[in-house]
């Protein structure tokens, strides 16, 4: 009889698909910062990408669709000792999750959010999605897309994220270059990473990508800390800028509003059972 090679934790992506990249640049990224597993709190939403955090040896929360950014929110919040990620696919956080991610953008808790960009929903098979391109055919639209795409990137900065990057899971060292400065920075980070559905776009490929993508890490004029250079690149539809887009150092909501001395989930809440029955009382 054949022996069965399949392993319970051996990801079931499909073969070549994007995601294996970030995984790997994810691990090293990890394993450079030295961030002891039992520190790390990966939150996943729903789609192909939610399944990384089955295989990766940390804590995980694999919750509901374009959900990934409130409860990562909320675990950094009641512990601040963790680094926390949020990793969504281009439906999950641009599509369902989108009110979710611009106010995380402007909140700035020091989380980062990784954002799997494969320009299709991939675990539905193969629907449109915010950043198909015009034209785009697939079975939610049979005639071509008639919507402009939405930038990710772009309407974060606009929307107040103080660390935007843009990687490509064909150069897992870049990407890794890219997580790695994100996680470090204090406040909150999204970095978006363009990532081939070889079983559902079939336009979007890596050869497509690697055509189009531009490294604005190799210009000399380019300089992160400029909002107005990094508006000006992202609005440039003529190529896909990837690398570090935008920086700003500035307090993270973390600074401003968490005591310094323990996380909150810790705290000792001086609860008074009486005032408490009460008030569950007036709810009945
Ligand atoms: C509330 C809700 N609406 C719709 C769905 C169905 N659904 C599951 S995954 C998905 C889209 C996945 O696309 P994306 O977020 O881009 O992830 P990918 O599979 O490409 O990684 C949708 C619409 C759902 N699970 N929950
Ligand atoms: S359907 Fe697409 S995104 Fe999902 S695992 Fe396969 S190649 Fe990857």
Not at 102 to 115: D, F, G, L, S, W
């Amino acid at each position: 009889m054949k022996e069965d090679k399949y392993h319970l934790n051996d990801p079931t992506w499909c073969r070549g698909c994007g995601i294996y990249g970030l995984f790997a640049a994810l691990k090293q990224a990890a394993v450079s910062l030295q961030i002891p597993p039992e520190q790390v709190v990966i939150v996943t939403g729903i789609g192909c990408h939610g399944r990384l955090n089955n295989y990766f040896n940390s804590y995980g929360f694999h919750g509901l669709h374009g959900r990934a950014l409130p409860v990562a929110t909320g675990i950094r919040l009641s512990n601040s000792s963790l680094t926390v990620l949020a990793v969504s696919g281009d439906g999950d956080a641009y599509s369902i999750g989108i009110g979710h991610f611009i106010h995380a953008c402007r909140r700035n808790v020091n989380i980062t959010c990784i954002v799997v960009n494969n320009r299709v929903y991939g675990l539905t098979q193969g629907q449109t999605s915010p950043t198909s391109q015009k034209g785009y055919v697939s079975v939610s639209s049979p005639f071509g897309s008639k919507e402009m795409p939405l930038d990710g990137p772009l309407l974060a900065i606009i929307s107040g994220a103080t660390f935007v990057a843009r990687g490509f899971s064909g150069d897992p060292k870049h990407l890794t270059s890219l997580i790695t400065k994100g996680i470090t920075h204090n406040g909150f980070s999204l970095i978006e990473v363009l990532s081939p559905c070889v079983t559902h776009n079939k336009i979007n490929n890596t050869k497509w990508f690697k055509e189009n993508v531009v490294y604005m890490d190799d210009s000399t004029h380019y300089r992160a800390e400029d909002r107005t250079t990094a508006l000006e690149a992202l609005m440039d539809k003529s190529k896909i800028p990837i690398g570090l887009l935008y920086r700003k150092e500035q307090p993270s909501f973390d600074d401003l509003s968490l005591p310094s001395d323990r996380p909150i989930g810790l705290l000792e809440l001086d609860v008074d059972a009486k005032k408490l029955k009460a008030l569950m009382e007036d709810f009945e």
